[in-house]
């Protein structure tokens, strides 16, 4: 219902192989375009993606309402969210950056301006960690950035 109140029908850029994802990724794109905060997205999924649709929801959904978060406390000029995913020697590789101001951390993990653990980036990392994946999180010159990596299972033909 959110995401038809928030997108016209035939809005839907994306073709990543899901289509939940696909409409996920749309209502961010309107999302960031009412915060004037531009919005790239190269992403399509390996067929042998190993994560469960709702796996795939939890993953981007958490990872794009923080880097939106991030974008709109940003105190750059021009603020923006940046999504890439590409299958590269086994693995499928994932990178989303946005401006942001400083951030801490505590054992790798970002925390919220107030200083507490955010619920969203400890479900990336167990759904990359649940899947032998692995993930870093960093910030540098008002760039915040998650990096993350999934082993894909041989396909059998």
Known sequence: RQYDSENAPAKKPY???SAALDALLAMYLSRFEKQNIAFECRLALAPNFPLSENE???LFANGLENALNGAMLSQVDKPFVSLWGREEKGFYTLTLT???KAIVFKDGLPLRPNGSE????HDIAGILSDHQGFYSF????????FEGALPLP????
Do not use: M, P, W
């Open 98 to 100: 946005n401006s942001a």
């Open 154 to 157: 041989l396909s059998h033909e």
């Open 56 to 58: 795939i929801i939890a």
């Open 15 to 17: 073709r990543t192989g």
């Open 138 to 145: 960093s910030f540098q010159k008002d760039v915040f950035t």
């Open 118 to 121: 955010g619920i969203g980036t």
